[in-house]
């Protein structure tokens, strides 16, 4: 999906394990999950080492996505999310204390984000983009 919309979505989360960021996604998207997300490129980060457990499906036989690891050090194999990661950036320097974040000033950077107008989407906005994704697979 993220190739398709290039959506963001926040989740404020305590402790960041592989477990929790497909959960809260697939919560949030239910069972239309499957059919948005594909597949996930991600990093070699400790949050991401249970591929097997990421993939598995809680509600049906099966997998509920293919994940991909890009390459140390190859940002390149990843330039949207690197593009995305610095819109986070303008809103939360490095060094941010996430403590003294509200949920609200986290809601304002997301909807900025996806309200912005991209080339890769033809000018459209990723929220835009979600919207059209979403109603193909309603």
């Given at each position: 999906m993220q190739q398709?919309?290039?959506?963001?979505n926040v989740v404020r989360s305590e402790i960041v394990h592989d477990h929790n960021v497909?959960?809260?996604?697939?919560?949030?998207?239910?069972?239309?999950?499957c059919k948005l997300f594909?597949?996930?490129?991600?990093d070699n980060g400790s949050e991401f080492a249970d591929c097997a457990?990421?993939?598995?499906?809680?509600?049906?036989?099966?997998?509920?996505?293919?994940l991909y690891y890009c390459h140390p050090y190859s940002a390149y194999e990843r330039g949207s999310n690197e593009n995305m990661n610095r819109m986070i950036r303008w809103f939360f320097p490095k060094r941010t204390h996430f403590g003294e974040v509200t949920d609200k000033d986290i809601q304002r950077?997301?909807?900025w984000i996806n309200s912005y107008p991209r080339?890769?989407?033809g000018?459209?906005?990723a929220d835009?983009?979600?919207r059209e994704c979403l109603a193909q697979v309603a």
């Open positions: 398709l919309a290039h959506c963001l497909t959960r809260t996604e697939c919560r949030h998207h239910g069972k239309d999950f594909k597949s996930i490129t991600v457990g990421m993939e598995k499906s809680c509600r049906r036989k099966g997998k509920r996505t293919k950077a997301e909807d080339r890769v989407l000018w459209r906005s835009a983009a979600m």
